[in-house]
Nanobody, 125 residues
Framework: QVQLVESGGGLVQPGGSLRLSCAGSGGIFRNYVMGWFRQAPGKAREFVATIDWGGSRTYYGDSAKGRFTISRDNAKNTMYLQMTSLKPEDTAVYYC??????????????????WGQGTQVTVSS
């Protein structure tokens, strides 16, 4: 099974950019559909984006469309989330997730078997 570790979170001003990384280990990374979710205080965990096994297909939640880009490098066992034009409402803990099952896209939390510990993103002036 795969273990996931997120990094790259931090404090950024509104309108700024940030790139999150999710490093996988302990499994064959290319065998997993990968996804990003986020959870703001007092709110449910929200789907952000997902990418298929080889990286050729992506799918975004409404909050991410046009501003965020998901990508992966299977040779480095790493997935990325490039975030631009950040807004205060993007403030949340961002989680990466992985699943070996069939089907794409996967936009529900229950569709993923493996999760990272999360990385905090704070958008504030």
């Amino acid at each position: 099974q795969v273990q996931l570790v997120e990094s790259g979170g931090g404090l950024v001003q509104p309108g700024g950019s940030l790139r999150l990384s999710c490093a996988g280990s302990g499994g064959i990374f290319r065998n997993y559909v990968m996804g990003w979710f986020r959870q703001a205080p007092g709110k449910a965990r929200e789907f952000v984006a997902t990418i298929d096994w080889g990286g050729s297909r992506t799918y975004y939640g409404d909050s991410a469309k046009g501003r965020f880009t998901i990508s992966r490098d299977n040779a480095k066992n790493t997935m990325y989330l490039q975030m631009t034009s950040l807004k205060p409402e993007d403030t949340a803990v961002y989680y990466c997730a992985a699943d070996r099952g069939l089907g794409f896209p996967k936009v529900q939390k229950w569709q993923y078997d493996y999760w990272g510990q999360g990385t905090q993103v704070t958008v504030s002036s």
